[in-house]
């Protein structure tokens, strides 16, 4: 008989899954501070902590919930899709962590012993629990409740709890998400009251039709429970029997409106909070309450930089305050079902769900899928086990609308046993599995991580069909027939996720793409400190752990403190439920939400005259229904002497639970009129040599190298060329895709310079040199022509491709300076206030803006490109003196303490050190971001061809800005 860490039962002992519910009967938190004691092996750790008498030696205090590697025993250990322990199923290595735990608890007096229930949120991996010595079973499935009998063996006074938890288990072979493995009790341990005549379980349906604007209800249960709405009118509905309600407001994720009731038997009450909604799949489309969603999804994991997956309330409601706040709507809880309070802010808050259960098999694809647990009858229990375990608990929230059979985990008929069984217990819920391409156990068609090309075919219904279903007409055509999803798109890792809006264009343009979630919600990183005490966040391989997939879990849309990062900001303005348009004196309102009217919002305009206010006020803002588009006319505006621009907001109205009035919703800028031409003035000086100097105007350059040495006061290390950036993570990108390593085959972070000419003369100065790699004949031809123009100096470069360049794309095209170390602060007139790249611009407003030079980073937890402040008319580098920049055309700048090497060498901001200058970059052009880190590269049309470019900028050295 193996172990019952390595059988293939779910558990033992345990009593029946059941709905997660509050009721009125006892509940004892036993979560606090416990007795701990690792053992190095499962075999090897003695049974001396289990009765009343004083624990065997080495136990020490940890608190509960809690994950025992964040607290000083062993450590955390983060793989993708590894298995962090050989494959050979269901057995784990001898070397098998074993944590016990230990908790004398008092029971309160009055307390109900008979039928109590000993209630395990959540233990990974698995574990054998004991109430005064007697021992009352085990369970596997770390993200998932376990119930046992404690009546038994519960006694007045003082109780001696223990609980033996194992790192490994057959468990874990279900277990292979991309995350970190932190075994321990991380949710929490509670004594239940079970008085006799109580409520065991129950299960709501509460359909809502929109056609009459009725509500239907009914609750199943195991107990003469009578159900009360006060609010409709319901008083003591029995069990089985439905009821019509004329009139009920309906639960959506915009509206969550949720009516509160009471199931009650003579010895317990349950308080419930009803969501009048109905979900069905017609016409292959998700709907509900018959309209068809647009899911603007999340992946959520859940991860704390301090307590990992033992999350607390406050943290998950941090979560969804900043999922609604930034018009994110949906949420996959990849890839396990989330604490159950996750899913009660759902409901309060509204949030669609597609409540995933835990299992994951991935590891085995590095076995070619040999004895994957999904195609093995003898799993099937296991597995169904999660699936019934997650249903029960979560099937009575309106929030969750689908239920995932899990992730990545191949195929196999254990699935179909799955979908079976679960279509017969909740026939009101879609089922979704991306990885068997057949579809049969799902009833959506969904992808990861597909190109916005491909996505756009499947919207015009264009799509091959997959192998799986090519030889087999039915299956085919039901495929052909379901509700498209993107389960996993655009991979957040460090900068990035580029194409955002393409994506959305594509959801928009095609109702049979009804969305997707974004991977993911939070990089999970962990916050340590440097010796000297600042603060970084570790990933893979910073434990020593290994195998380790290193910082492929730090690509989330939230830092690991949950700091937004560009790639959210961008999020939120794609995922805008509200389109603007101006034509003529019109404005033209679109309103995408699907539920809600545009009456929660306001609407104001501003005029700005080169970035500056100059006009302004409110609009009216029409209760515009969900899904139609109105039209409301423009005040007239006064003309602008420079550049106009228009921009309208919409803010909450009124508070909101999930945001207070005047949280801005969407905007959008109009250009109302353009930059008035400059026209180009004469040439006011010409250059001449002093001895290893050209001058020319309050210009001096290098006679030799021909680069700027000084402008005015103001010392430089003149603008060269520059093509290199640090790489992004998506640039690193995944498997086949990595731009960066063909960008450093080429050499293209080793570029040399070599002047050819410098040709001072009565126009001007011209710099001829050729740019090239070692080792290669291709090269970038490039002219620099300076001139003077009053106190402005004007430099055009001319840059000309040379030799094979095919199929390479630079990283950015601009010219890098150097300017003294005082210069630490920059004003520009551009897109801001946050960076942006050529795909991930839509967040970025223009405006006037103004920055320290340490604002202008962003701390990406894995230093690479970043800080790119784009489409800028001007900009100001402030120390001593003023460094103004002007493009004839727009341009782009980074202004860092460090060079794009530094950048690329560090492997946590820690390491990145202040050198004594400040690095700028004035970029004409930068490689899209794309999210090839695992997906697709950038979209073609922001891909940095190597082509001859023409450029041009101004430059103004000006006294430092008196203050006032
Ligand atoms: C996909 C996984 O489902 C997800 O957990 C995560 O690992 C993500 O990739 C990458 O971060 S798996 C897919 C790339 C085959």
Redesign the pocket.
């Given at each position: 008989m193996p172990p019952y860490y390595e059988d293939l039962s779910p558990g033992t002992g345990r009593r029946p899954p059941r709905a997660a519910f509050a009721s009125d009967a006892g509940r004892l938190d036993l979560s606090g501070t416990w007795l701990f004691r690792l053992s190095p092996t499962a075999e090897g750790a003695p049974l001396d902590f289990l009765g009343p008498g004083d624990p065997g030696p080495g136990f020490t205090e940890l608190p509960v919930p809690s994950h025992w590697v964040l607290h000083g025993h062993g450590t955390p250990r983060y793989t993708?899709?590894a298995y962090p322990f050989p494959i050979d199923p269901p057995h784990v290595p001898d070397e098998n962590p074993t944590g016990d735990h230990r908790l004398v608890f008092h029971l309160p007096a009055g307390w109900r012993g008979p039928g109590s229930v000993l209630r395990f949120e959540g233990v990974d991996s698995c574990f054998r629990v004991w109430l005064n010595g007697r021992s009352l079973g085990t369970s596997k499935g770390s993200r998932l409740p376990a119930e046992f009998d404690a009546g038994a063996a519960l006694r007045p006074g003082a109780n001696v709890l223990a609980v033996r938890v194992h790192r490994w288990s057959s468990g874990s072979y279900l277990e292979d998400?991309?995350?970190w493995w932190l075994p321990g009790i991380f949710r929490e341990v509670t004594l239940l009251e079970r008085p006799e005549g109580g409520i065991g379980d129950f299960f709501v349906h509460a359909g809502f039709d929109p056609t009459t604007g009725r509500g239907t209800l009914r609750v199943d249960t195991d107990a003469p429970a009578l159900l009360t709405v006060p609010e409709l009118g319901v008083a003591d509905l029995p069990p089985g029997r439905e009821l019509v309600l004329p009139a009920v407001e309906p639960w959506t994720a915009e509206t969550p409106r949720r009516y509160e009731a009471r199931l009650a038997t003579p010895a317990e009450c349950v308080t419930l909070h009803l969501g009048f909604r109905t979900v069905s799949i017609e016409g292959g489309l998700l709907r509900v309450n018959g309209t068809p969603l647009l899911l603007r999804g999340v992946?959520r994991h859940e991860h704390d930089p301090d307590h990992g997956r033992a999350l607390s309330p406050a943290t998950m409601r941090e979560d969804l305050l900043l999922m609604k706040r930034h018009n994110v709507n949906a949420v996959r809880t990849?890839?396990y079902p989330p604490h159950p309070a996750f899913l009660d802010l759902c409901d309060e808050l509204g949030m669609w769900v597609v409540d995933e259960c835990d299992i994951?098999t991935?590891g085995f694809i590095h076995a070619g899928w040999r004895g994957n647990p999904a195609d093995d009858p003898a799993w099937e229990p296991m597995l169904l086990d999660r699936m019934r375990r997650m249903v029960e608990r979560d099937k009575n929230h309106p929030s969750v609308i689908v239920w995932s059979l899990g992730?990545?985990s191949h195929h196999g008929r254990n699935f179909g046993v799955l979908a079976e069984w679960t279509r017969a217990r909740d026939p009101g819920r879609p089922l979704h599995y991306?990885r068997d391409r057949s579809y049969r156990h799902s009833d959506f068609y969904s992808l990861?991580?597909a190109p916005v090309a491909e996505v756009e075919r499947i919207g015009r219904r264009e799509e091959e069909a997959p192998p799986e279903t090519a030889g087999d007409p039915a299956l085919e055509e039901r495929r052909r027939a379901l509700p498209f999803l993107l389960?996993?798109y655009a991979?957040a890792?460090g900068n990035g996720p580029g194409s955002l809006a393409a994506y959305q264009r594509a959801f928009e343009a095609h109702p049979r793409l009804q969305g997707g979630f974004v991977?993911?919600w939070i990089d999970h990183g962990f916050r340590r400190r440097t010796a000297d005490g600042r603060e970084y966040f570790a990933y893979g391989g910073d434990f020593g752990d290994h195998p380790h997939g290193g910082n492929?879990?730090i690509?989330g849309l939230v830092f690991p403190d949950r700091t937004p990062s560009p790639g959210l900001t961008e999020l939120k303005k794609v995922f805008q439920p509200l389109a603007m348009e101006l034509s003529g004196d019109r404005l033209r309102l679109t309103n995408r939400h699907a539920f809600a009217d545009l009456s929660h919002l306001r609407l104001s305009w501003t005029l700005e005259d080169e970035g500056v206010p100059v006009a302004g006020g409110g609009l009216p803002a029409p209760a515009v229904p969900p899904g139609q588009a109105a039209e409301v006319p423009m005040p007239r505006l006064p003309a602008t002497a420079g550049e106009g621009l228009l921009t309208v907001r919409a803010e909450l109205a009124a508070d909101q639970p999930w945001a207070p009035a005047g949280h801005e919703v969407a905007w959008e800028q109009f250009p109302v009129s353009p930059a008035p031409a400059a026209a180009p003035a004469p040439p006011s000086a010409g250059a001449r040599r002093r001895g290893g100097e050209v001058l020319l105007g309050g210009a001096v350059f290098d006679a030799r190298t021909g680069l700027l040495r000084a402008l005015g006061p103001l010392r430089l290390r003149g603008p060269r060329l520059d093509v290199w950036r640090a790489p992004t993570d998506n640039d690193r990108g995944?498997g086949p895709h990595s731009v960066a390593r063909d960008w450093r085959r080429a050499g293209l972070d080793r570029m040399e310079h070599r002047t050819e000419a410098v040709e001072p003369g009565p126009g001007g100065l011209r710099v001829h040199t050729r740019v090239a790699a070692a080792g290669f004949e291709r090269a970038l031809r490039v002219r620099y022509s300076w001139s003077a123009h009053g106190d402005a100096l004007r430099l055009a470069v001319h840059v000309l491709p040379e030799g094979p360049w095919e199929e390479l794309p630079l990283p950015r095209l601009g010219v890098g300076l150097e300017l003294p170390a005082e210069f630490g602060h920059v004003r520009w007139f551009g897109r801001g206030p946050g960076e942006a790249y050529p795909d991930s611009s839509k967040a970025a407003r223009v405006g006037l803006f103004d920055s320290s030079v340490a604002g202008l980073q962003t701390p990406y937890v894995v230093p690479q490109e970043n800080g790119h402040r784009a489409e800028v008319r001007w900009a100001e580098f402030r120390g001593p003196c003023r460094l103004r920049v002007e493009g004839e055309g727009h341009f782009g700048f980074t202004a860092r303490r460090w060079t794009a090497a530094d950048l690329d060498a560090a492997a946590h901001p820690t390491d990145l050190v202040e050198r004594d200058r400040l690095f700028v970059n004035l970029d004409h052009a930068q490689h899209g971001l794309g999210s090839a880190?695992?997906?697709p590269g950038p979209l073609p049309e922001h891909r940095l061809e190597p082509a001859e470019t023409r450029f041009a900028l101004l430059f103004r050295a000006l006294p430092a800005e008196s203050a006032g």
């Open positions: 993708n899709t998400q991309d995350m992946n990849s890839h994951e991935h992730n990545e991306e990861m991580y389960c996993e991979h890792m991977w993911e492929f879990c690509d995944m880190s695992c997906g």
